[in-house]
């Protein structure tokens, strides 16, 4: 009686553990597209394309990844335009500071964390 008591336990503990993987990755994906979209709003955008490129915000990606046991979104600019995302976001010599990426991430905190609760709820 004690042995299957512990083996229902021990189950019930792996189902919570199981569902609980599957909703955190729901919810940190979630808040990465939800910075993603924000991030492409806010991007500056020239009416002069240099690269050939296309606009910087048409560069913008999200990353999910949890190989590191966290669960975790990277999301910014791929590698094709990526490198010059700094310059209109920090200034340069010739161009004052936007700090689009700054203001991007202060008006998704709340959001995200709202969005965060709603789906770790679920």
Avoid: C
Wanted: hydrophobic letters at 30%; aromatic letters at 6%; zero cysteines.
């Amino acid at each position: 009686m004690a042995v299957s008591g512990l083996e229902e336990m021990l189950n019930n503990v792996q189902i919570l553990e199981d569902g609980f993987d599957k909703k955190a990755r729901k919810a940190v994906r979630d808040g990465g597209n939800i910075f993603k979209e924000k991030l492409m709003e806010d991007t500056p955008q020239s009416v002069q394309d240099h690269s050939g490129l296309g606009p910087l915000k048409e560069h913008t990606k999200v990353i999910n990844s949890t190989r590191t046991g966290e669960y975790e979104a990277q999301v910014g600019y791929d590698n094709i335009k990526g490198r010059i995302a700094h310059f209109p976001n920090s200034g340069t010599s010739k161009q004052d500071p936007q700090h689009f990426i700054e203001k991007a991430q202060e008006q998704t905190k709340q959001p995200i964390l709202d969005k965060f609760l709603e789906d770790l709820k679920l």
